[in-house]
């Protein structure tokens, strides 16, 4: 529905403020105070904003009629008439999360503090870059058609498997970034924007689990975190002072690249304690014998991969456990040195490696224990993320809601009540609508092969 | 047979037999006097009842009481009041088959902080985390129990035919996945079928939504029915119409087996091992009690059941001989 305060607000003045702009400068602000919970009584949001009550009862009045504000509940009376409450409407509309990594994709949708109110995980393959976006698409329209009582959707949210580097200039994305070896020109974003009309954020899937497990894991109200994804490729995220540390240029946390040497033999960090390592190790130890358990998969045709090595290992099968006590060790002796250096309070281990057994977090625990100067492990916690994937999706959330809601990009949608209106995104989809398609989708396979 | 699906959160699965009770954990559970209360969606079908049945007796095997097993009816304010009971309880744990998703969440983080071990059955609020807020979600692999469905189905589908989907509306984890298996095997391996999509609210309302879709869909040459129970309904509909087109469904429930095994309409049925994951609940329970750690999504793989193997499968998965009816069905009976 469109506003008709919007046009006023379409091409923004250069130099002193207007009217419109003080507005919603002021709209802005008001909604952010309730959002974030600093304020939830027009007598708390005049004296923190230091508005009038005039132009506190105005600016409510306007948020109410946007749906974005909510005064129908009663605080606790402190003498005299119980003071109205004033809340943000959570459920005015819909985000919906998406994460891909190497095997697998998940959904989820979120209200508009974040909340994940449903997710779906399943198997998935990135190396067919358009029978994935096929599937996003379809699973998007699944969970969407979900939501009965809320139809409005504010934006995509995905985190992907590689780093995303931002254009800062760039408030909506438009197209593509190349996170990985064939997706820069795979058309996921001109898709997405194509088919659901509505906002698309990108960012790695270490960024946003490093997010999600800030707000809604074990690192909540932490100050100071340290977040390492394993897996294929082993990444960080990093919380300082409370708020996630994007460096120069959003490149933060690339430790894979790093060199670490064991047994004579130097590599990047991913090669020797990736997931790669640990299925080429886990064959191995199945070919020699030396692990009765992977041998025993071996000799029955069923698949080793680094799960089937990770699962071993907690059933207790010694070779396996060696193989990620030696992945362990050398993650553990790169976080060492992040350690010494940022002081942080806690280390999440997450991904794939983490996930099925704790013998990686305990080689990490040993050798990080072992080799810190004390002041930095006195008090400091590692522990193993219980989220899962969750982390990624919870994260990306945040991250959706954040960009939404960020001054600098509100107050250009405020008067409109819904960011699909904000000029720059009006501008994308237009792009976006005049865009074709760039690869058909796959063409069915023939009959005999059946894919699960 | 491999699980083909993920966890609530993505994880991936493992098997039953990682949860195991040696003789001392056993005689360890026994010193405890330990007390347990189950809490289900409803007790009242085939399914509930193995599953209760399989739970009971390994608790019983570790001396652990089970000192209620409450029927929440589908009804998430049922199951709100009876866990906020049960945490007034002595309970050292609660087996909960959560009914719902965001409705139902709140309760559930309720009993893990009052310091009773949860462990969930089959769904998993969105919010609840294992290791923090339960110990461990136990379920059949539901979305490997949706692609069977459709492969049974498509064999029956002729080229370009539509096919309907009767689903559950209810955020769901077991249904959901199942749904969506299905959907996604018949896009990749059946793009030529176009699926249409319903959902009932109850079991009794699965036949009024499934003659909707057929009033507004004649031309349909197939369905998928989430699991048994509204199967039943599903087949009425079609009785009532007269029409016998090919259905596959979840659960090899006494009537669903019963057309299976007459050769319709029922086709094909993709089977849960309520008994075998009964067994692991209760093992997972008496692990956890006993201080250990527990895998986050423990799943067994389903059974595929095809008219010629009715018989045997019945016998399997409810260890008891299949009834006369479906005897009679395969002409087994002079």
């Known amino acids: 529905m469109q506003n008709p305060k919007t046009n006023a607000n379409q091409e923004r003045p250069r130099g002193r403020p207007r009217g419109g702009d003080l507005v919603a400068a002021s709209l802005c602000e008001v909604l952010n105070l309730v959002r974030l919970g600093q304020a939830d009584t027009r007598q708390e949001i005049e004296r923190t904003s230091a508005f009038g009550r005039a132009i506190v009862a105005d600016r409510l009045a306007t948020l109410g009629e946007l749906g974005l504000i909510d005064e129908a509940g009663t605080g606790v009376a402190t003498g005299g008439r119980a003071p109205r409450l004033v809340q943000f409407c959570k459920e005015r509309a819909r985000i919906v999360v998406i994460t891909l990594n190497q095997s697998a994709l998940g959904v989820g949708i979120a209200d508009l503090s974040g909340q994940l109110l449903t997710e779906h995980h399943e198997p998935g393959d990135l190396a067919e870059p358009r029978a994935c976006i096929d599937r996003i698409s379809a699973l998007v329209r699944w969970i969407v058609s979900r939501q009965a009582k809320v139809t409005d959707l504010w934006g995509i949210s995905i985190s992907v498997p590689g780093p995303v580097i931002a254009n800062p200039a760039e408030r909506f994305i438009r197209t593509t970034p190349d996170f990985l070896h064939d997706w820069g020109n795979s058309g996921l974003v001109e898709t997405l924007l194509r088919e659901f009309q509505t906002p698309v954020w990108i960012s790695s899937s270490v960024e946003a689990m490093t997010m999600g497990e800030l707000h809604g894991g074990t690192g909540q109200g932490e100050t100071s975190m340290l977040f390492v994804k394993t897996g294929k490729r082993i990444g960080a995220g990093l919380v300082a002072v409370g708020r996630p540390y994007h460096g120069a240029s959003g490149a933060v946390g690339l430790i894979g690249q790093l060199p670490v040497t064991a047994d004579g033999q130097t590599g990047s960090l991913d090669r020797m304690a990736g997931t790669d390592m640990i299925e080429a190790q886990g064959r191995e130890a199945a070919a020699t014998g030396e692990s009765s358990a992977l041998a025993e998969l071996l000799s029955r045709n069923l698949p080793i991969t680094a799960h089937e090595v990770c699962q071993a290992a907690q059933m207790g099968d010694p070779a396996s456990t060696a193989i990620i006590s030696r992945s362990g060790h050398l993650i553990g002796g790169v976080i060492a040195t992040l350690a010494s250096m940022l002081n942080p309070s806690l280390i999440v281990l997450a991904g794939s490696v983490a996930q099925t057994n704790d013998i990686l977090l305990a080689a990490v625990r040993e050798t990080v224990y072992g080799v810190s100067h004390p002041l930095v492990t006195r008090d400091l916690r590692i522990v193993r993320s219980q989220m899962g994937a969750s982390a990624a999706l919870l994260g990306a959330a945040s991250i959706a809601v954040e960009a939404l809601f960020a001054p600098s990009v509100l107050r250009d949608w405020i008067m409109s009540g819904s960011p699909v209106h904000h000029p720059e995104m009006v501008e994308s989809l237009a792009s976006a609508n005049r865009s074709e398609p760039k690869v058909q989708s796959v063409a069915p396979p023939p009959p005999a092969a059946i894919r699960t | ?334």
């Open chain 2, 1 to 334: 047979m491999t699980i083909v699906g993920l966890g609530p959160h993505g994880e991936p699965a493992a098997a039953p037999e990682r949860v195991t009770l040696l003789p001392q954990d056993i005689a360890a559970a026994r010193a405890r006097n330990l007390r347990v209360a189950i809490v289900m969606h409803t007790v009242q079908s085939d399914w509930a009842k193995h599953l209760i049945q399989g739970i009971v007796a390994v608790l019983g095997d570790c001396g652990a009481i089970v000192m209620e097993t409450i029927d929440c009816d589908f009804s998430p304010d049922l199951q709100i009041a009876a866990l906020d009971r049960l945490r007034g309880e002595r309970l050292d744990a609660i087996i909960s088959l959560p009914v719902d998703n965001a409705v139902v969440a709140e309760a559930h983080k309720r009993v893990s902080a009052a310091g009773i071990k949860l462990v969930l059955v089959d769904n998993a609020p969105t919010g609840l985390l294992p290791g923090k807020d339960y110990v461990s979600l136990i379920s059949a692999d539901n979305f490997g129990l949706g692609k069977m469905a459709a492969e049974l189905l498509a064999r029956q589908l002729p080229e370009n035919a539509k096919a309907g989907l009767i689903g559950f509306d209810a955020d769901f984890f077991a249904t959901n996945e199942r749904e969506l298996a299905f959907s996604r095997w018949m896009e990749i391996n059946r793009p030529d079928v176009r699926l249409t999509t319903t959902r009932f609210k109850a079991v009794a309302s699965a036949g009024e939504a499934t003659a909707n879709m057929m009033d507004a869909n004649p031309d349909l040459a197939g369905m998928f029915v989430v699991w048994d129970t509204p199967c039943v309904e599903v087949l009425s509909t079609l009785t009532t119409r007269d029409m016998a087109i090919p259905v596959t469904t979840v659960d090899l429930g006494q009537e669903v087996s019963i057309s299976l095994a007459a050769g319709g309409p029922v086709i094909g049925i993709s089977a849960q091992q309520p008994l075998l994951q009964g067994q692991a609940v209760a093992r997972t329970t008496i692990t956890t009690l006993l201080g250990r750690g527990c895998p986050e999504w423990v799943a067994l793989p389903g059974l595929g059941v095809t008219r010629e193997t009715v018989a045997e499968s019945y016998q399997t998965i409810w260890r008891t001989p299949a009834p006369r009816e479906i005897l009679r069905g395969l002409d087994l009976l002079t």
